[in-house]
T-cell receptor, first 109, second 110 residues
Framework: DAKTTQPNSMESNEEEPVHLPCNHS???????IHWYRQLPSQGPEYVIH???SNVNNRMASLAIAEDRKSSTLILHRATLRDAAVYYC??????????FGKGTRLSVIA | NAGVTQTPKFRILKIGQSMTLQCTQD?????MYWYRQDPGMGLKLIYY???????DKGEVPNGYNVSRSTTEDFPLRLELAAPSQTSVYFC?????????FGPGTRLTVL
């Protein structure tokens, strides 16, 4: 799987938008961009994924650069419950997900 | 649906003991995975299965064994436990798209 680069940590104020960046300059044409998050003492949970177009769901939005070499996960209004480690993962087909260290998001009340 | 369930939640083993971590999913998923997560690190793949009777090694398979006799169950066996196997173990399953994770088993080997 192609590698991704994420900042180690980010901080946000509660109720403000958060933009979590991910670089993936070696992405292949068949790689989907997946985002998972891991709340403290829990297993990872799916957030969103996309291929080329921007995607929205009830949890977040995913903005994908036109050349697909970077993407941004957008949390529209951060809450304390959004404090977690966020993983950006490239994956094609049904190969296993490969996790990096992710970005630790802290939310300040 | 219960999703992915794992037992036990916690376990302390002595060096050299053996145990089986249980994983069950009720979503009829063909793909199942075992990961371990050491403190401050991301998840590392131990073994995975693409269907009943089919298993394959991941990144860190040494010291572990798996079997997949049914679609629902994917147990992970530790033989001769070592302190290096102290970790949190996550089981996961998927069919297409979203991968579902269990709550984890926290294992300490002393």
């Amino acid at each position: 799987d192609a590698k991704t680069t994420q900042p180690n940590s980010m901080e946000s104020n509660e109720e403000e938008p958060v933009h979590l960046p991910c670089n993936h300059s070696t992405i292949s044409g068949t790689d989907y961009i997946h985002w998972y998050r891991q709340l403290p003492s829990q297993g990872p949970e799916y957030v969103i994924h996309g291929l080329t177009s921007n995607v929205n769901n009830r949890m977040a939005s995913l903005a994908i650069a036109e050349d697909r070499k970077s993407s941004t996960l957008i949390l529209h209004r951060a809450t304390l419950r959004d404090a977690a480690v966020y993983y950006c993962i490239l994956n094609s087909g049904n190969t296993p997900l490969v996790f990096g260290k992710g970005t630790r998001l802290s939310v300040i009340a | 649906n219960a999703g992915v369930t794992q037992t036990p939640k916690f376990r302390i083993l002595k060096i050299g003991q053996s145990m089986t971590l249980q994983c069950t999913q009720d979503m009829n998923h063909n793909y199942m995975y075992w990961y371990r997560q050491d403190p401050g690190m991301g998840l590392k793949l131990i073994y995975y299965s693409v269907g009943a009777g089919i298993t394959d090694k991941g990144e860190v398979p040494n010291g572990y064994n798996v079997s997949r006799s049914t679609t629902e169950d994917f147990p992970l066996r530790l033989e001769l436990a070592a302190p290096s196997q102290t970790s949190v173990y996550f089981c996961a399953s998927k069919e297409v798209g979203e991968q579902f994770f269990g709550p984890g088993t926290r294992l300490t080997v002393l």
